[in-house]
């Protein structure tokens, strides 16, 4: 059975950090791409990040690049998400999912992380 | 980049067909899929590559692209369809989600 669970939400102030970590089981995990998906309270979802099998291309959404930092530990079946620099407006459930296979789609998500930015 | 517009909300009665659409300009050119998502849930994938079921996903869930406007239509629709309904499509780099849409039935 496939399973994503994310970890490592919380409570930070702006300008803090934080990192999320989802574990990954029941499939390949270094056959996938993997994304970070997130979700602001109420609101619809939004892609922040991806990475390639090997890790060697990502890309990220504009709002978070150069503060965002997607990466994967193949041996450990493990996907992260180092936020730095965070903001109000990051505050959001934060889901990890798994790209399907050469059909353009989210196959599996975990039940996310929540990530309270606050002063 | 672009962008994926959702009507808000689709209201329907139980047994009755819903039709939730998701629009931008040469939406043909790249497959559309469709995520449900109930409250306090992850969103679950009911349609990709346009038209696709996944296993599990019941028959009365279908899709379409035509043109510029992809469409999820559920048939005899159920009151445990109620929720909300995310397209998504790819664009080279990155991926876009519709605003999202509230189906109630009632």
């Known amino acids: 059975e496939v399973q994503l669970v994310e970890s490592g939400g919380g409570l930070v102030q702006p300008g803090g950090s934080l990192r999320l970590s989802c574990a990954a089981s029941?499939?390949?995990?270094?056959?996938?791409?993997m994304s970070w998906v997130r979700q602001a309270p109420g609101k619809g979802l939004e892609w922040v990040a991806n990475i390639k099998q090997n890790g060697g291309q990502k890309y990220y959404v504009d709002s978070v690049k150069g503060r965002f930092t997607i990466s994967r530990d193949n041996a450990k079946n493990s996907l992260y998400l180092q936020m730095d620099s965070l903001r109000v407006e990051d505050t959001a459930v934060y889901f990890c999912?798994?790209?399907?296979?050469?059909?353009?789609?989210?196959?599996?998500w975990g039940q996310g992380a929540l990530v309270t930015v606050s002063s | 980049s672009f962008k994926l517009t959702q009507p808000p909300s689709v209201s329907v009665s139980p047994g009755q067909t819903a039709s939730i659409t998701c629009s931008t300009d040469?939406?043909?050119?790249?497959?559309a899929s469709w995520y449900q998502q109930r409250p306090g849930q992850s969103p679950l994938l009911v349609i990709y590559?346009?038209?696709k079921r996944p296993s599990g996903i019941p028959e009365r869930f279908s899709g379409s692209n035509s043109g510029n406007t992809a469409t999820l239509t559920i048939t005899g629709t159920q009151t445990m369809d109620e929720a909300d309904y995310y397209c998504?499509?790819?664009?080279?780099?990155?991926?876009?989600f519709g605003g999202g849409t509230k189906l109630t039935v009632l």
């Open positions: 998504q499509a790819w664009d080279t780099t990155f991926w876009v």
């Open positions: 029941g499939f390949t995990f270094s056959s996938y791409w």
């Open positions: 999912a798994r790209e399907s296979l050469s059909t353009s789609c989210y196959d599996y």
């Open positions: 040469r939406l043909d050119d790249r497959y």
């Open positions: 590559q346009d038209s």
